[in-house]
């Protein structure tokens, strides 16, 4: 009985990755598909519509509107409504917030996460933390470190402030680091020929 857990556990461990990608990416063409179905049928003559237009056309107003966004005066009326929604209490916060999680998973995560430490705290305990500022202050307290620390398996984590002693700089790479930290260093099996 055992034996028939472990294949199955085998087995869903290979199997799982592959359905949540795959049915990620079918959720997201199959969305784009049904947002543009109706407005490029009612468009286009009858009979020309083929399916994957929608994923096609979706694309092309993505990159429209990065096109749009590269342009010097559409940035200065997006900069103008981002102080507009900045005022706005509930807004603001949820707007700020998603866009911090854009900037960070489209930006340049080299600059944002620099270095890896180590941080130590009560009896001997050592968690992997990401340099997001090296020269913060918080109160009268100069000198600081801000480190953030993510959650394994979850999108999320804490930010501190840490004293530079108190941290151990690692020779690390970050995407390294960061993939240990979000699996929680569980490993993949090495499949030998």
């Not at 929608?54 to 981002?82: D, M, P, R, T, Y």
């Not at 005022?87 to 603001?92: G, R, S, T, Y």
């Not at 470190?145 to 004293?163: D, E, H, K, R, W």
Request: charge should be neutral.
């Amino acid at each position: 009985m055992k034996t028939l857990a472990n294949i199955f556990i085998k087995g869903l461990l290979l199997a799982l990755p592959l359905v949540i990608t795959f049915g990620l990416i079918y959720w997201l063409f199959a969305t784009a598909e049904d947002v543009l179905k109706i407005p490029l049928q009612s468009v286009l003559p009858e009979g020309w519509y083929i399916t994957g237009m929608g994923v096609v056309s979706a694309a092309a107003i993505i990159f429209c509107i990065g096109l749009v966004v590269e342009n010097f005066l559409i940035q200065h009326v997006f900069a103008w409504l981002e102080k507009v929604v900045e005022k706005i209490p509930l807004v603001k916060t949820l707007y700020g917030s998603a866009k911090d999680l854009m900037y960070f998973f489209a930006g340049n995560q080299q600059q944002q996460l620099n270095r890896v430490v180590s941080v130590s705290f009560a009896d001997n305990i050592q968690l992997i933390g990401f340099v997001t500022s090296e020269n913060a202050s918080l109160g009268d307290q100069e000198d600081l470190l801000t480190v953030y620390f993510p959650m394994s398996y979850q999108v999320g984590g804490y930010m501190a402030y840490i004293p530079k002693e108190r941290c151990t700089f690692l020779d690390i790479a970050v995407q390294r680091a960061m993939q240990q930290v979000l699996t929680a260093n569980v490993k993949r099996p090495q499949h030998h020929s």
